[in-house]
């Protein structure tokens, strides 16, 4: 369980640093390019706070927390009794029914349908890269116990 809470913390940190530095250089450049007064939050996320700023920390504390439920939820994948494609199906699920439920309600998602998509795709691309990861460990660990097998023979 330790391991999981540690994962979590560590997950935190570096989603919300990551969404810090990816909206500070999508603002950077929406200026560079003569967009006054951009922001990359909905209208409807800053307005339910009373001054901008707080709505960028709560933004960036969502966006910490998202990455906690990914780290989280790896659980999953250290139930050995559950076969590789029922793991990914259960994280799948819980992750994105956690997450998408978030954005959808915290960031008013389902009002802006290519932040909505390119949402739900960036998510995709996570399962992917999420599922390629967990396939190399579960091939590593497979090639181990052959291994092993091997040299009692």
Not at 39 to 44: A, I, R, V, Y
Not at 70 to 95: H, K, M, P
Request: with cysteine.
């Amino acid at each position: 369980m330790n391991e999981y809470l540690r994962k979590g913390i560590k997950a935190f940190a570096v989603t919300a640093t990551i969404e810090v530095v990816i909206n500070l250089i999508i603002n950077i450049v929406m200026e560079l390019i003569g967009v006054k007064g951009f922001s990359s939050m909905s209208p409807e996320f800053r307005n339910m706070f009373p001054t901008n700023e707080i709505a960028m920390y709560a933004n960036i504390f969502v966006y910490g927390f998202i990455g906690t439920i990914f780290a989280v939820g790896s659980f999953v994948f250290d139930i050995d009794r559950l076969g590789f494609i029922i793991q990914n199906i259960i994280y799948l699920v819980l992750t994105g029914t956690a997450i998408v439920g978030i954005t959808v309600l915290v960031w008013q998602l389902h009002r802006y349908h290519m932040a909505m998509t390119c949402t739900i795709a960036g998510y995709g691309v996570t399962y992917l890269i999420i599922g390629i990861v967990e396939y190399r460990k579960l091939k590593e660990d497979i090639r181990q116990i052959n291994e092993s097998f091997c040299e009692e023979l």
